[in-house]
C-alpha cells in the first residue's frame, strides 16, 4: 500500500479560468500520477459566478470523491497569505488506507433551543476520528453545533472555520463536489490511517495573576476572589508596563478556564475570551461567554510577537518537531486563520504559514483561509475562536 501523499497549489491569476488551470496543474505535478481521496479549495470573491462549478471541476481533474471548500476574503497556499487581491488555493491529499466521509448539515428547530442538526454522520471514536468543517457564518449556528459535538460525540476534535468576506446571506459559496451550496456547513469525518492533531493558537500572554469568579450572573463577573471585579481588573491594569497598558485597553482579553478542578495552569488551560463592557456602578465587566461562579480566570493581552511565538511553539509541540524520516510529500496542514490576523496584526508578511514552517522545521503542502472565526479544541473541548490561528496537522500513523 502507497504512502499518503498530500499536496497544495496556490494561484493569485485574476483571470478565473487561467488560475484554476494554473493551480490544477501544480497540484497534478506534485500528486505524481496519484488520484486525490480529498481535496480542499478556497477562492475569493474576486473570482465570482466562475466558482458555481468549481467544486465538480475539482472532483473530474483530480478524480477525488470528496471536495470541501468556500469563498474568503483572503486565501492561505504554498507558504504565501494572499490578502486583498485575487487568490485561489488548492489542497489534496491521496489517504490509501483511511476512511473519509463528506456530509452537509442545516440547522432545524428542536426540542426546547437546542436546534438538530440534519445531515450530520454517525461520529466514531473521538480517539481515532477528526472532523474538518466549513460553515456559512450568516445561517449556521455554529456554537450549538461544537456544543451537540462536544456533548453528544465525546468532544470528537474538530477544524474548520467559517466562510469570510461576504456582506450577507447568500453571499458565502461552500464548494463540494457535486456543485456549490449557500446556506449550512459542509465538511468531512477523518478515520484511521492517518493522525488528524488540531493545533489551535490563541496567541495570548497571561498578565497578572489567576483569579476565581466568586459572584457572577450569565457574562457578568461581578466579584473576583471576594473582591469587586472592575477593582480587580483596574488594579492589575496599573501594575503592568506602558506597553501593556496599552494593549490591555485597547483590545482587553480574559481566559476561562476549561476544567474547574485545575489549579495550576498552562498553555491551552484557558479559553480565550473578549472583555466587552465595564459596569462602573456595579463594578462588574462582561465578556464574551457565560462564566460559572468558581471558575478561575487570567487577565490576557495579546501582541504581534506572543502570537507568533504561541503559534511557532504548539506547531513543533503537536507535530513532533523536525519530520524525521519523512519526505515532505508526507504531512500535510490546513490553515483557518482569523481575518484579524495577516497584514492586520503583524509586520511581517506571510506570519502564519511561516511560523508553521518554522515550527515543523519543513515545508509542507498547506493551504487555508482567512476565515470570519476560527473552529478548535482547546483542553479536550470545541470552540468557536476569534483572533486565532487553528491548524489541522496530518501525520502518518
Given at each position: ?235 492589575t491594569w496599573h501594575e503592568l508596563s506602558p506597553e501593556d497598558q496599552s494593549r490591555l485597553q485597547s483590545a482587553p482579553f480574559i481566559g476561562l ?141
Amino acid at each position: 500500500m502507497p504512502p499518503p501523499r498530500f499536496a497544495s497549489s496556490l494561484s493569485t491569476l485574476a483571470d478565473s479560468a487561467r488560475a484554476e488551470g494554473e493551480a490544477l496543474d501544480a497540484l497534478d505535478a506534485e500528486l505524481d500520477g496519484r488520484s486525490a481521496d480529498l481535496v480542499f479549495a478556497f477562492a475569493t470573491h474576486h473570482h465570482g459566478s466562475a466558482l458555481e462549478e468549481l467544486g465538480p471541476r475539482l472532483a473530474r481533474r483530480t478524480g477525488a470523491p470528496i471536495v470541501v471548500g468556500c469563498t474568503a476574503e483572503s486565501v492561505i497556499g504554498r507558504g504565501r497569505e494572499v490578502e486583498g487581491s485575487p487568490g485561489l488555493a488548492l489542497w489534496a491529499a491521496s489517504l490509501p488506507e483511511t476512511r473519509l466521509r463528506f456530509f452537509a448539515t442545516q440547522a432545524c428547530a428542536g426540542p426546547g433551543d437546542r436546534p438538530i442538526f440534519q445531515g450530520l454522520p454517525s461520529l466514531g471514536d473521538p480517539e481515532t476520528s477528526s472532523m474538518i468543517v466549513v460553515a456559512d457564518p450568516f445561517t449556521f449556528p455554529v456554537d450549538p453545533f461544537l456544543a451537540t459535538i462536544n456533548e453528544d460525540h465525546g468532544g470528537l476534535p474538530t477544524t474548520g472555520g467559517m466562510a469570510s468576506g461576504a456582506l450577507g446571506p447568500g453571499q458565502s459559496l461552500l464548494f463540494t463536489a457535486d456543485g456549490i451550496r449557500d446556506t449550512g456547513a459542509i465538511g468531512v469525518v477523518v478515520e484511521e490511517g492517518i493522525a488528524l492533531r488540531p493545533v489551535v493558537s490563541q496567541g495570548c500572554r497571561p498578565v497578572g495573576r489567576p483569579w476565581v469568579v466568586t459572584d457572577c450572573e450569565r457574562n457578568w463577573i461581578r466579584k473576583l476572589g471576594g473582591r469587586p471585579a472592575l477593582e480587580v481588573l483596574m488594579e492589575t491594569w496599573h501594575e503592568l508596563s506602558p506597553e501593556d497598558q496599552s494593549r490591555l485597553q485597547s483590545a482587553p482579553f480574559i481566559g476561562l478556564a476549561i476544567d474547574p478542578t485545575q489549579s495550576q495552569f498552562e498553555r491551552g488551560d484557558f479559553i480565550v475570551r473578549g472583555i466587552m463592557s465595564l459596569h462602573q456602578v456595579d463594578r462588574a465587566f462582561a465578556v464574551a461567554d457565560f462564566v460559572r461562579r468558581g471558575q478561575t480566570v487570567q487577565l490576557l493581552v495579546r501582541d504581534a510577537e506572543s502570537a507568533g511565538e504561541d503559534l511557532r511553539c504548539l506547531i513543533g509541540t503537536h507535530g513532533g518537531g523536525p519530520l524525521l524520516g519523512l519526505e515532505p510529500h508526507a504531512a500535510g496542514a490546513l490553515v483557518f486563520s482569523c481575518n484579524g490576523r495577516g497584514s492586520r496584526m503583524f509586520d511581517q508578511p506571510d506570519h502564519d504559514v511561516s511560523c508553521i514552517r518554522d515550527g515543523l522545521q519543513a515545508e509542507i503542502p498547506t493551504a487555508g483561509f482567512f476565515a470570519a472565526g476560527e473552529i478548535g479544541p482547546v483542553g479536550g473541548r470545541n470552540f468557536l475562536h476569534g483572533f486565532t490561528a487553528s491548524v489541522a496537522l496530518f501525520r502518518p500513523v
